[in-house]
C-alpha cells in the first residue's frame, strides 16, 4: 500500500510539449506539496495545497498548473516544456503545517529534449 | 526571507565513525526541525525530528540537537555503516505558517 503514489515515474518529452504528473496519497492528509529537485539535489518548494485550497505558491513560472480535485489528489500541469524544466518532481503529503513532517512520492523523473 | 543554510555539502567518514550534519536557520519562530534522508535513485525519508521545547531527541545511532538561542540543530549519527551513505537534509518549520525551508543537503559517504 504506497502511502504517496506518483504517476508516471519517468518522463521524456521534447520541448514544447505540454505533460501531466499525478499524485495522491491515501494517508488522510490535508496538505500536499510540489518540490522540485535540481541536479544538485536542492529540494524547492513549488506549490503546496490544504485542504484544496491554494496556500502557497512560489516563484514557479505560469507553465506550471496544479490542480487539486479533492484533498488526496495534487496533479501538476506544465505547458510549453523548456529544457530547464528538466528535473526530479517530488510530491508529498503531511498534516497541516508540515507536523510529523512530510511523506515523499518516489519522484517523477522529468527529461526534456 | 528565511533560509535554512547546512553543513558540511560534503562528508566521507571511515565505517564506525561519527558523522555531524549542522543547519542554522534564520526565522525565529521555526518550532519543528525534521531530518531526511535521501539515499540514491529514492524519496527522502523522514528519519528523525525534534521540537522547540526539547533540546535533544535520540533514536538507536542516530540524534538530533537544538540550541534555540543560536538557531542552531544537528544531526550526529555514531558508528555509521555503508547504508548510512545518502544525501541528509535539514529542515526548519514554522507550524504557524505551511512551509517547510529545506537546507542544501549533505552527501554523506561511509567508507568501509
Known amino acids: 500500500d504506497t502511502a504517496v503514489s506518483q504517476t508516471p515515474k519517468y518522463l521524456v518529452t521534447q520541448m514544447g510539449n505540454d505533460k501531466s504528473i499525478k499524485c495522491e496519497q491515501n494517508?488522510?492528509?490535508?496538505?500536499m506539496y510540489w518540490y522540485k529537485q535540481d541536479s544538485k539535489k536542492f529540494l524547492k518548494i513549488m506549490f503546496s495545497?490544504?485542504?484544496?485550497?491554494?496556500?502557497i505558491n512560489e516563484t514557479v513560472p505560469n507553465r506550471f498548473s496544479p490542480k487539486s480535485p479533492d484533498k488526496a489528489h495534487l496533479n501538476l500541469h506544465i505547458n510549453s516544456l523548456e529544457l530547464g524544466d528538466s528535473a526530479v518532481y517530488f510530491c508529498?503529503?503531511?498534516?497541516?503545517?508540515?507536523?510529523?513532517?512530510?511523506?515523499f512520492g518516489s519522484g517523477t523523473r522529468l527529461t526534456v529534449v | 526571507g528565511e533560509n535554512v543554510e547546512q553543513h558540511p555539502s560534503t562528508l566521507s567518514v571511515q565505517e564506525g565513525d561519527s558523522a555531524v550534519i549542522k543547519c542554522t536557520y534564520s526565522?525565529?519562530?521555526?518550532?519543528?526541525f525534521p531530518w531526511y534522508k535521501q539515499e540514491l535513485g529514492k524519496r527522502p525519508q523522514l528519519i528523525i525530528d525534534?521540537?522547540?521545547?526539547?533540546g535533544e531527541k535520540k533514536d538507536q545511532r542516530i540524534a538530533v540537537t537544538l540550541n534555540k538561542t543560536a538557531k542552531h540543530f544537528s544531526l550526529h549519527i555514531t558508528e555509521t555503516q555503508p547504508e548510512d551513505s545518502a544525501v541528509y537534509f535539514c529542515?526548519?518549520?514554522?507550524?504557524?505558517?505551511?512551509?517547510?525551508?529545506f537546507g542544501a543537503g549533505t552527501r554523506l559517504f561511509v567508507k568501509a
Open positions: 529542515a526548519a518549520i514554522n507550524t504557524g505558517g505551511f512551509k517547510t525551508i
Open positions: 494517508l488522510g492528509h490535508d496538505t
Open positions: 526565522d525565529s519562530a521555526s518550532n519543528y
Open positions: 525534534i521540537r522547540s521545547n526539547v
Open positions: 495545497y490544504n485542504n484544496k485550497e491554494l496556500i
Open positions: 508529498a503529503s503531511s498534516q497541516p503545517r508540515g507536523l510529523d513532517g512530510y511523506t
